[in-house]
């Protein structure tokens, strides 16, 4: 069974531009959920979805959204970009609640 | 505010021997406790749960103790071994908005010394 991907690896945007992360959650499962991490700061909630919904958020801007398609892939985006922005951003997948998460390998972006 | 807290940044501890990793919260509605794994470049991994109805829950090395008066949780890993090395990620669920919702601790780098 293949394991939580997120497209691409590695990401360099400058200020004030978007960026478009993708995750494709393990088959079958519906709720995926979308974390930033930088140092000091750990796993930093952003948003779950589940069948295409919203259902949870952090405490994030507003130019951090996301959407989920109806085969479950989600996709994340980031507008007007900050330097603060730079983290890696991790997508993870679960089967049901209360179960553990899958996690991709993240997306590293910088912001220069 | 971090309702998750791990408050050593660092551990170090010697193969072989016990490797005692401890996690605080303040959200007394946390029902479930998970622990994770990271290596560098790559998504944290599950290791270990428990629920709030138990006050231990053991896996091989691994064992996760709950002490919910206290609000404490510990990860202990006996005996330690080289490969443990990585930052460790405790976590707590607890329902939001009709869902659950997990929150995560900053982490705890461990170094195990060969």
């Known amino acids: 069974k293949a394991g939580v991907t997120q497209t691409p690896r590695y990401l360099i945007k400058t200020r004030g531009q978007q960026v478009t992360l993708s995750c494709s959650p393990i088959?079958?499962?519906?709720?995926v959920s979308w974390y930033q991490q930088t140092p000091g700061q750990g796993l930093q909630f952003l948003f779950e979805?589940?069948?295409?919904?919203?259902?949870n958020k952090g405490n994030f801007p507003g130019r951090f959204s996301g959407r989920q398609f109806s085969n479950s892939r989600s996709e994340m985006n980031v507008s007007t970009l900050e330097l603060g922005d730079s983290a890696l951003y991790l997508c993870?997948?679960?089967?049901?609640?209360?179960?553990?998460?899958?996690f991709g390998q993240g997306t590293r972006l910088t912001v220069v | 505010d971090q309702q998750v807290k791990q408050n050593s940044p660092s551990l170090s501890v010697q193969e072989g021997r016990i490797s005692i990793l401890n996690c605080d919260y303040t959200?007394?509605?946390?029902?479930?406790f998970l622990w994770y794994k990271k290596y560098p470049a790559e998504g944290p991994t599950f290791l270990i749960s428990?629920?709030?109805?138990?006050d231990k829950n053991e896996d091989g090395r691994f064992t996760v103790f709950l002490n919910k008066s206290a609000k404490h949780l510990s990860l202990h890993i006996v005996p330690s071994q080289p490969g443990d090395s990585a930052v460790y990620f405790c976590?707590?669920?607890?329902?939001?908005?009709?869902?659950?919702?997990?929150?995560f601790g900053i982490g705890t780098k461990l170094q195990v010394i060969p």
């Open positions: 993870a997948s679960t089967l049901t609640q209360n179960t553990e998460a899958f």
């Open positions: 088959s079958g499962h519906r709720s």
């Open positions: 979805y589940f069948s295409e919904t919203q259902r």
């Open positions: 959200n007394s509605m946390f029902d479930y």
């Open positions: 428990i629920s709030s109805i138990k």
């Open positions: 976590a707590a669920s607890a329902r939001s908005g009709g869902y659950q919702k997990v929150t």
